[in-house]
């Protein structure tokens, strides 16, 4: 981690610990102060996971079409998205990935490179 974020995160946390002083006083003992931290962090981590997984998602779905990875084919992306939980080590995140149906191989796939199951109809 860089000094810059580091400076960032120490500002984030330093709001963040005077809006819960009360609570934070509340608490007896390291581990119950461990407890309450890592939960933060945790959460901190879901939703800067879910955030950068969204705008990649909306990238990847301002391209029209994006090429089958089995036949090369160009593919449209699919009005609707896919919704995944990706289970990570700080928990559950959940976002919607778009994805492509290619109509030569009828193959279902994410264009961003994760590969879906090869959904043939």
Same mark, same amino acid.
């Given at each position: ?11 984030? !946390?330093e &709001?963040?610990? %005077?809006?819960?002083?009360e609570?934070?006083?509340?608490? &007896? ?10 939960? !933060? &962090? ?21 391209? #029209? ?22 289970k ?9 990935e ?5 109509t030569r191989c009828r %193959? ?5 490179? &994760?590969?879906? #199951?090869?959904?043939?109809?």
């Amino acid at each position: 981690m860089d000094d810059l974020l580091r400076r960032e995160v120490a500002g984030f !946390i330093e &709001g963040l610990a %005077v809006r819960e002083k009360e609570r934070l006083a509340a608490l &007896g003992t390291f581990v119950e102060i461990e407890d309450l931290t890592v939960e !933060i &962090g945790d959460e901190v981590a879901r939703q800067l996971a879910r955030f950068e997984l969204s705008r990649r998602a909306e990238e990847t779905a301002a391209a #029209a079409v994006h090429a089958c990875p089995e036949c090369g084919t160009e593919a449209a992306v699919e009005d609707e998205r896919e919704p995944l939980i990706l289970k990570g080590r700080r928990g559950e995140i959940e976002y919607s990935e778009p994805f492509c149906r290619c109509t030569r191989c009828r %193959v279902s796939f994410f264009p961003s490179g &994760g590969r879906a #199951a090869a959904t043939g109809s």
